[in-house]
């Protein structure tokens, strides 16, 4: 063999050994994308964890992922929870998506499909990069069938129902009460093995570490969307629970709800169980897991108290709006950091995107408000591009006659940016006016001045910024929508 013929195949065996090393990184970069568990609850307010501030409530294993996770001390929601959960979705704000009140696609009827089939979800853009998709629990942004989990892109659904609660927390989770379509609209499916007395909170936990046993045999990244019912209505819980958190009300406590408290226990618990499953089945190195709250805690009739921040689900006060958010990302985050940064739920589409390094569609990408967070993942103390938030409920007509003629739920509009927030109150056929709320969040966090008279220049600017973002999203004007609705009710 000549010196020429021997050069060519030693270079030819190196090529060969280049290309399949190159060959094997491309497979090996498929593949080590991480898992990202991402883990809803359902009216779980601000101050409703430890971690957060409660004075009944124990949440010892959501308290240590908080001190484990970067904990966001100003993320912001839709005030319910319809809006929120297609904003996340979607990683578009509520009101672009044309969802004015709860539900409802420019229309002031409650219900329907809340986020429309074209929306390329971030489901949708984890399974086209190659994820197992799997969705556990609540839904509600649309129908089976045609903008269900399925739909829009969960290769497996569990436990997920057509309406915003369970029939009732205890199997067989469905309510007696009712019967024919109502009945079978709150019933949660899938879960017909279990027994009399098991919770349906603990039962969805289970299901989510039966679905990390079996991706132990795959090699696949995974995409969990663990969406509790929890702590929404009906507040049920286990009779000793109940019974524990009576012994522990203090005369003092702002929170007084034995059965919710108990209820908020439930939810600890499975996502403990949920938590522990990821460590012992060799997943946490590679795995993202995010908590967050669809929308601020429930008042009324005394469920809960979101305390200091002021009112609750609905509202459009920090209350209703502002919730817990941690994000746990091994080899990015560290433990026991605070981002003071204000985060919203649309924020999440992006930066699932970015940590997953998932493209994505690009006519979805241009088109979403929410903005890539990740920088303050790696550096909580950083700051993102000044920005303005806005809230658009509308309201709709199944809810209208609780809130007609109250100035803490009625119809309203919001905008903050930097410090700012105002809030501008729809007026009513029933009697509530026309008016403006100016905050200093900085000086006054719990909005309990209103310095609209005090800082007219600053209130014009915000209002004007607020109309501006109506018109560009092109969403009808209140009172060519909502008031003339209302007018035809009694």
Sequence with gaps: MNQLTRSRKIFSSLCLVIAMTMSSTVAIGANDRPNIVLILADDLGYSDLGCTGSDLYQTPNIDAFARDSVKFERAYTSPTCSPSRAAIMSGKNPARLGIVGHGGLRSMEGGGDFLIGDEYTVAEALRDAGYSTCHIGKWHVG?????????????????????????????????????????????????????????????????????????????????????????????????????????????DSHQRNPSYAGLVEHLDDSVGSVLRAIDEKGFRDNTIVIFFSDNGGEIRKGVTSNFPLRSGKTSLYEGGIRVPLFVRWPGVTRAGETCQEAVVGHDLYPTILRMSDVKGHADQNANTDGVDITP??????????????????????????????????????????????????????????????????????????????????KLEEL??????????????KYEDLAYPAFEKLK
């Design 143 to 251: 129908k089976k069938g045609v903008t269900g989990p399925h739909e829009q892109g969960f290769d497996e659904v569990i436990a997920s129902n057509d309406f915003c609660c369970p029939g009732s927390y205890f199997y067989p989770f469905r309510d007696k009460r009712k019967t024919g379509k109502a009945a079978e609209r709150s019933a949660v499916p899938d879960l017909e093995d279990r027994h009399p007395g098991d919770h349906l909170t603990k039962c969805l936990g289970e299901e989510a570490v039966d679905y990390l046993e079996r991706q132990k045999a795959s090699d696949k990244p995974f995409f969990l969307n663990l969406w509790y019912y929890a702590v929404h209505t009906p507040i049920e819980a286990q009779r000793d629970k109940v019974a524990k958190y009576k012994s522990l009300i203090d005369p």
């Design 376 to 457: 303050l993942l790696r550096d909580p103390s950083a700051s993102l591009p000044t920005r303005a938030m806005h809230w658009l409920r509308y309201g709709e007509l199944i809810h209208y006659p609780t809130y007609k003629n109250d100035r803490e739920f009625g119809p309203c509009a919001a905008i903050r940016k930097g410090n700012w927030k105002m809030v501008e109150r729809y007026p009513t056929p029933h009697g509530l006016e026309h008016r403006f709320e100016l905050f200093n969040l900085h000086e006054d966090p719990y909005e309990a001045h209103n310095l609209a008279r005090e800082e007219p220049a």
């Design 463 to 476: 209002r004007r910024a607020l109309a501006a973002w109506q018109t560009e999203i092109e969403i009808p």
